[in-house]
């Protein structure tokens, strides 16, 4: 069968990698398929393009990114970095990452400096080489009677991230499927000193959001509104 439906997927080296799959009747949660080159659309049941990286571990891929010759498998628990710069079949298990997963696709984008992911313990950014808590020494995880000094993040509230290629913004609002009053709360590090920002100035309360999307024209944009009934705002960074 070469034939399959996808919970995630990225390009890299000419081909597309797919995540958490259905397929011959069955759903593989951790299982990651390969295309051959410049075909997108096929993905063949069979090795060397099944691709195992941690079988039968009791989770499920939940994004895929790609940098600079390696696959990072997001699992809910887990960060798995796989090496693909050899030919199909060749790849291998680099460095896996526990405490490192996200539970929700919203909680990665890629940067001009590597792929960044926000979860309860930080935020983070592999460059490449390492991976790097943007967060250490700069915020806590959770501080409910503070907040300006912490992320506060609840992975079940769905947190989203986003870059801006521009201002070189890396965005994170804590919580997009939740309306009450720290609803509009949002951080933005600064990659050009480092520096992190605390905000409440880019929704308004009440408000349920989407994922944020790097636009064409280097903006940084996503739809915001009270209900599904209603036709969202549009808000840009």
Known sequence: ???ARYKTAVVAGNRLYAGNIFQS???????MI????????????IEPNVIRVSAGDGDEIIKLEAYADRILQFKKRTLYIVNISGPLGDEFLESQHKNMGVENPSQTCMTEYGVAWVNAHG???YDGQNIIDLTLNKLQSTNTTDRPRALNITESNIPIIGYHPDNKWLVIHPQST????????A????FKNGSWTYT???TTTDDYKSNMIWTSDNNLV???GTNSSNTPDFFKY
């Open 1 to 3: 069968n070469t034939h």
């Open 25 to 31: 009747g069955k759903i593989d949660g951790d299982r």
């Open 34 to 45: 390969a295309s051959p080159v410049h075909k997108y659309d096929i993905l063949p049941e």
């Open 123 to 125: 935020v983070f950014l």
């Open 178 to 185: 939740i309306t009450d009053a720290n609803d509009v709360e």
């Open 187 to 190: 951080w933005i590090h600064d």
């Open 200 to 202: 409440q100035e880019f």
């Open 222 to 224: 996503f739809a915001a």
